[in-house]
């Protein structure tokens, strides 16, 4: 089967259309609700799931233990997190060189981000594992929880290889995680680094890809083809609606980070992307709701 007929089917199963017709942008919460809840957190998740988000993103680590966890960064911040005790930390701590009983010794939900005013803190909020996350989802109450989706992110640099596994092996831990929670279908792996992308491909099909660009201007063909990935997920800034369209043609889906604002909304619908990733996706879901997006 040709790409652009697998994109063709891709788009309606993700439901960019209702059922009256009108084109449906899918809403990603970034790591959560960062811009309102500690992010990457059950509490940034939950409120994610209360706003009735369609994906769920958030950014993983791997422990001294080999457990897959919920974080942007490969260390333990300070500036978002305290240390045992509740005491501040002088200086980052990598997530790699800790197990994971000692990484839930760490507080990430005190501190408010000075980045996000809007943010509440939650004391005592720990570090989620993956497992933990999948687990919460399916428990929850929330009507958006039956059918979220995930974009989950491997978060390794080639240039500092002390701090994740092997691409092989990372690909490996996540993908038994989402095979024990059977969510492989309802999950895109995304990743700065092509070669997760690819050896995710390898190991569980069912999973769809994404290729994450920063400060350039691409090709979308040429972006995705050396890791066969099934999205783009550029920086905003750096797309217009010829190179949506662009991409689009070709049966590659377009969903840019991070917008947070109704004129960045407002241009992104504009460029006809499949979907948008934001700190505040219930402001977002009610501003499409206004526009009659949704």
Request: aromatic fraction near 6%; charged fraction near 25%; glycine fraction near 6%.
């Amino acid at each position: 089967m040709k790409r652009t007929a697998l994109a063709l089917i891709a788009l309606m199963m993700a439901g960019n259309a209702s059922a009256e017709g009108v084109r449906r942008v899918w809403v990603e919460g970034h790591r959560g609700s960062r811009g309102t809840h500690p992010e990457n957190t059950i509490p940034a998740f939950e409120e994610a799931l209360r706003a009735g988000v369609d994906v769920l993103e958030f950014d993983l680590g791997v422990t001294k233990d080999n457990i897959v966890v919920v974080s942007h960064d490969p260390y333990v911040s300070p500036v978002i997190c305290l240390g045992p005790g509740g005491k501040k930390l002088a200086s980052p701590v990598a997530i790699r060189s800790l197990t994971l009983k000692e990484l839930k010794e760490y507080d990430c939900g005190s501190l408010k981000n000075p980045r996000f005013p809007e943010q509440t803190p939650v004391p005592g909020t720990r570090v989620p594992t993956l497992d933990e996350v999948l687990s919460y989802v399916k428990a929850s109450n929330h009507p958006a929880a039956a059918r979220v989706r995930f974009n989950i992110e491997t978060k390794l640099s080639p240039g500092e290889p002390e701090l994740a596994p092997a691409p092989a092996e990372f690909a490996r831990l996540v993908s038994s995680v989402l095979k024990k929670h059977g969510v492989e279908r309802r999950t895109v792996v995304q990743s700065f680094d092509y070669r997760t992308l690819l050896e995710m491909k390898k190991i569980a099909p069912a999973v769809k890809t994404a290729q994450l660009t920063a400060d350039n201007l691409l090709d979308p063909d040429s972006v995705v083809r050396g890791s066969r990935a099934d999205i783009w997920s550029p920086y905003f800034k750096w797309i217009n609606g010829d190179i949506v369209k662009k991409a689009q043609k070709s049966g590659i889906q377009v969903v840019p980070w991070t917008l947070n604002s109704e004129e960045e909304w407002d241009r992104a619908v504009s460029y006809g992307v499949d979907g948008i990733i934001t700190d505040y996706p219930a402001k977002l879901i009610d501003h499409l709701k206004k526009k009659k997006l949704r």
